[in-house]
């Protein structure tokens, strides 16, 4: 596929948002257009059927920053980091020197496009290593929505049964995700924020690409891929949705 200037003119990205609110439906379009993903991907699977774009040495990092945050006996896991909810006072400390190398490695093959939930708490720690164009892009759809798709991804994932995730548990999650990105994260660096559907539509594709300065195909994103219901959602989750639609632009 054609890409829009050489890999030099393009950004290297971080892709965030909370779990099953479409950040795979961005990675993917990001892959097709010949970024690094970083290695040993997560093979598709019924939950994300065209893949999840997300590896597993990203994840490890990100796991190892968040552990000295998480109660041992907690309601996540080591591998579940991506449905902890943190209190915003809560801050991410800086890497060891392990986990430092590890991102040093991750950052040396360009142009990347590293996504994970996770990095809406430990983005603070890989700034440092980020080269100074990279751009961020914040994925989100209705609260509602993604709690349905995380309480079902929870209920259907063997590995997910014995974490505790209940729907008051799910919206705090997506709360508290979001306010970190709105509240401390966008203040620096070139943002973009993306509603789910407007990439479904094929509107965001094009902004999107604008954004990383590369040319996206559009027909590598599925029309069929919305599949969650809504339900009921509380007022602190409904205010930041609208927060984040007047910065998508998109009618919420």
């Given at each position: 596929?054609?890409?829009?200037?050489?890999?030099?003119?393009?950004?290297?990205?971080?892709?965030?948002?909370?779990?099953?609110?479409?950040?795979?439906?961005?990675?993917?379009?990001?892959?097709?257009a010949?970024?690094?993903?970083?290695?040993r991907?997560?093979?598709?699977?019924?939950?994300?059927?065209?893949?999840?774009?997300e590896?597993?040495?990203?994840?490890?990092?990100?796991?190892?920053?968040?552990?000295?945050?998480?109660?041992?006996d907690?309601?996540?896991?080591?591998?579940?980091?991506?449905?902890?909810?943190?209190?915003?006072s809560?801050?991410v400390?800086a890497?060891?020197?392990?986990?430092?190398?590890?991102?040093?490695?991750?950052?040396?093959?360009?142009?990347?496009?590293?996504?994970?939930?996770?990095?809406?708490?430990?983005l603070?720690?890989?700034?440092?290593?980020?080269?100074?164009?990279?751009?961020?892009?914040?994925?989100?759809?209705?609260p509602?929505?993604t709690?349905?798709?995380?309480?079902r991804?929870?209920?259907?994932?063997?590995?997910?049964?014995?974490?505790?995730?209940?729907?008051?548990?799910?919206?705090?999650?997506?709360?508290?995700?979001?306010?970190?990105?709105?509240?401390?994260?966008?203040?620096?660096?070139?943002?973009?924020?993306?509603?789910?559907?407007?990439?479904l539509?094929?509107?965001g594709v094009?902004?999107?690409?604008?954004?990383?300065?590369?040319?996206l195909?559009?027909?590598?994103?599925?029309?069929?891929?919305k599949?969650?219901?809504?339900?009921?959602?509380?007022?602190?989750?409904?205010?930041?949705?609208?927060?984040?639609?007047?910065?998508?632009?998109?009618?919420?």
């Amino acid at each position: 596929m054609t890409t829009q200037g050489t890999s030099e003119d393009r950004h290297d990205v971080i892709v965030l948002g909370c779990g099953r609110s479409g950040t795979s439906l961005v990675a993917g379009l990001l892959a097709s257009a010949g970024y690094f993903m970083g290695p040993r991907l997560h093979p598709p699977r019924e939950a994300n059927p065209t893949g999840f774009f997300e590896g597993e040495v990203v994840k490890d990092v990100n796991e190892a920053l968040l552990d000295p945050l998480v109660e041992a006996d907690g309601r996540t896991h080591r591998g579940s980091r991506w449905l902890e909810t943190l209190s915003p006072s809560a801050s991410v400390p800086a890497p060891d020197d392990a986990t430092a190398d590890a991102i040093r490695r991750l950052v040396l093959r360009r142009p990347f496009a590293f996504k994970d939930p996770r990095f809406c708490y430990t983005l603070p720690a890989w700034r440092r290593f980020l080269p100074p164009r990279t751009a961020f892009i914040c994925v989100f759809r209705e609260p509602g929505r993604t709690v349905t798709s995380l309480l079902r991804e929870r209920n259907e994932a063997p590995w997910l049964r014995d974490v505790r995730l209940d729907t008051v548990d799910a919206e705090g999650l997506w709360v508290a995700m979001y306010r970190r990105v709105l509240d401390e994260h966008r203040h620096a660096g070139h943002w973009l924020f993306v509603h789910y559907d407007q990439v479904l539509a094929g509107s965001g594709v094009a902004r999107l690409g604008q954004h990383v300065g590369a040319r996206l195909d559009p027909t590598v994103v599925r029309a069929d891929l919305k599949r969650s219901s809504d339900r009921l959602t509380g007022a602190c989750s409904i205010a930041t949705y609208h927060e984040l639609c007047a910065l998508a632009g998109h009618r919420g």
